[in-house]
């Protein structure tokens, strides 16, 4: 028998609330669609036998309304202990039907759990959800309770699959069967906690993935989603910290997955903001935002008159991966750090990719590429400078020139520029920068006429730039004042000659296009 589907109004982002949150919903802006209550918070329980049972919480609601800024309120309760073997607690449901009413929760949800068992003629509240056997009793003994919370309270209710540190051995079901099973028989949904499935994956040693796979996915209403933390060798479900990356991938392969999915809820203990820090959380919120908007509510096709933005998208998507720093403010202010003109579809395309490792790794080949062709068109400079300041040069040169040409002669040409600006104290770096910078001019005319090169050597060219060429550090050149003058007819070698200030010039011919390594080599005197 399949259940009726689920019919839950699609919001989107949903935040977990406490107090100490407030300041993060009232700054978060529209990267938030709601805000999920535990509406258990919002009033005092007394016990079963007190009249009257509940005390309402007047301030407490008043703050809530103006955390949530207007925005949805979803009930996610802690109270309930449907799987109490003992008798059914109706009147909580009806004081969950009372705040629905004053609020308006689209749905509402609570724990596929116990944590209220009998003693003697007291209940024993053990403060945390424990499991229930997945077995034929247990379907039997929640179906007719879930149909009683689905009447009494006329919005679409859902279970939390739950997190457990022990497992109920010799279970009739598995917990994919044993989820299905219940939703189909109960006509209730899931809220899915992929943190809860990552944890007990973690704690108990299977695969995540696997689990998810064996879930008919069209149950589910609404997916959380948390960090945790460990403690005695044990990860625990703590709302402690921001989306593991494994969750993150959980998130992504299910998400898309999910027809009747109502929202997406981040959930972190109040006591954590603090050491978590509003950047942190707020950056899970937008890649959250981007994650929804892309899966779940795409960009219409484009008709015909729409303005193409294919030029703007791609100038951003080199920009996440030539410009640091432009990547990290897409990840922190999502759609707000983009350039126009680009569409919803796009804007949400770049603002997922740049939460991507990928784009990192990306990064780490374009830097090869391109400190590769500069130690090809400049090696006797990089040679000369050391790794660390080679290394530290050329970060703050592509931090102030990103690359504009697939032809790197140009951006070698501006990196002899900037180091000559820098004028940096190194031991012959003016002369050996100078002679390829002119080699490079050279070059540079490759099918025409160059304009001729000279350089000012205050030390013996053909020892300092022998010994770079042989891969050697030089040392102790001895002083010889003297030009190198350079010419290239088209596409033949640039030919130097040394005009040496004491003895007569003699002849350096430099096959440079063909063999960068050569260095000194050719100079006769």
Request: proline fraction near 8%; include cysteine.
């Given at each position: 028998m399949r259940s009726p589907t689920l019919t839950l109004p699609?919001?989107?982002?949903?935040?977990?609330?406490?107090?100490?949150?407030a300041p993060l919903l009232a700054a978060v802006g529209p990267d938030l669609d709601y805000v999920e209550v535990v509406p258990d918070i919002l009033w005092t329980d007394l016990g079963r036998t007190a009249e009257p049972r509940y005390v309402d919480d007047r301030a407490g609601r008043a703050a809530l309304e103006q955390a949530s800024h207007g925005r949805p309120i979803v009930a996610h309760g802690i109270g309930l202990s449907i799987g109490s073997a003992g008798e059914f607690d109706a009147a909580h449901v009806e004081q969950v039907e009372r705040w629905r009413r004053r609020l308006g929760f689209p749905w509402h949800s609570d724990h596929l759990a116990f944590h209220l068992a009998e003693h003697g003629d007291a209940l024993m509240n053990v403060?945390?959800?424990?499991?229930?056997?997945?077995?034929?009793?247990?379907?039997?003994?929640?179906?007719?309770?879930?149909?009683?919370?689905?009447?009494?309270?006329?919005?679409?209710?859902?279970?939390?699959?739950?997190?457990?540190?022990?497992?109920?051995?010799?279970?009739?079901?598995?917990?994919?069967?044993?989820?299905?099973?219940?939703?189909?028989?109960?006509?209730?949904?899931?809220?899915?906690?992929?943190?809860?499935?990552?944890t007990n994956a973690r704690n108990h040693g299977f695969d995540a993935g696997a689990m998810l796979s064996e879930l008919e996915l069209e149950h589910v209403g609404e997916i959380h989603v948390a960090g945790g933390m460990?403690?005695?060798?044990?990860?625990?479900?703590?709302?402690?910290?921001?989306?593991?990356?494994?969750?993150?991938?959980?998130?992504?392969?299910?998400?898309?997955?999910?027809?009747?999915?109502?929202?997406?809820?981040?959930?972190?203990?109040?006591?954590?903001?603090?050491?978590?820090?509003?950047?942190?959380?707020?950056?899970?919120?937008?890649?959250?935002?981007?994650?929804?908007?892309?899966?779940v509510h795409p960009?219409?096709?484009?008709?015909?008159?729409?303005?193409?933005?294919?030029?703007?998208?791609?100038t951003a998507l080199a920009?996440?991966?030539?410009?640091?720093?432009?990547?990290?403010?897409?990840?922190?202010?999502?759609?707000?750090?983009?350039?126009?003109?680009?569409?919803?579809?796009?804007?949400?395309r770049l603002v997922t990719i740049a939460h991507d490792r990928g784009v990192d790794m990306n990064r780490t080949l374009h830097k090869g590429f391109r400190l590769g062709k500069l130690r090809a068109l400049l090696p006797l400079t990089c040679a000369l400078l050391t790794p660390a300041r080679l290394a530290r040069e050329v970060a703050a040169f592509w931090q102030a020139n990103p690359p504009a040409s697939f032809s790197f002669l140009p951006?070698?040409?501006?990196?002899?520029?900037?180091?000559?600006?820098?004028?940096?104290?190194?031991?012959?770096?003016?002369?050996?920068?100078?002679?390829?910078?002119?080699?490079?001019?050279?070059?540079?005319?490759?099918?025409?006429?160059?304009?001729?090169?000279?350089?000012?050597?205050?030390?013996?060219?053909?020892?300092?730039?022998?010994?770079?060429?042989?891969g050697r550090r030089p040392r102790s050149v001895p002083p010889r004042p003297c030009l190198l003058l350079g010419s290239k007819d088209g596409d033949t070698a640039a030919r130097w000659t040394l005009v040496d200030a004491v003895t007569p010039s003699s002849r350096y011919d430099h096959a440079h296009a063909a063999d960068t390594d050569s260095g000194a080599k050719g100079i006769t005197t």
């Open positions: 699609k919001l989107g982002v949903g935040l977990a609330y406490q107090a100490p949150l403060g945390i959800t424990l499991p229930l056997p997945r077995d034929r009793e247990s379907i039997e003994l929640l179906v007719p309770r879930l149909r009683e919370v689905r009447q009494r309270v006329p919005v679409p209710f859902l279970l939390e699959n739950n997190v457990y540190y022990f497992d109920i051995p010799a279970c009739e079901m598995d917990e994919p069967t044993f989820l299905n099973t219940l939703c189909r028989e109960s006509g209730c949904g899931l809220v899915l906690d992929l943190h809860n499935v990552y460990e403690l005695d060798g044990f990860y625990l479900d703590a709302h402690s910290d921001t989306i593991p990356d494994p969750v993150w991938s959980l998130l992504e392969w299910t998400l898309p997955r999910c027809p009747n999915l109502g929202g997406v809820t981040f959930e972190l203990f109040g006591s954590w903001f603090e050491s978590v820090g509003n950047a942190r959380i707020t950056a899970d919120l937008r890649r959250l935002r981007a994650l929804w908007t892309h899966v960009a219409p096709r484009r008709c015909a008159a729409e303005p193409v933005s294919a030029l703007a998208f791609q920009r996440l991966i030539v410009d640091p720093d432009f990547r990290d403010a897409v990840r922190g202010d999502g759609v707000a750090a983009l350039p126009g003109p680009l569409t919803a579809l796009e804007a949400s951006e070698a040409l501006e990196f002899c520029a900037f180091l000559e600006r820098r004028r940096l104290r190194s031991a012959y770096l003016t002369e050996v920068l100078a002679y390829e910078r002119a080699t490079l001019e050279l070059e540079r005319a490759r099918f025409g006429p160059a304009p001729p090169q000279s350089v000012c050597f205050r030390h013996d060219p053909v020892r300092l730039l022998g010994t770079l060429a042989a």
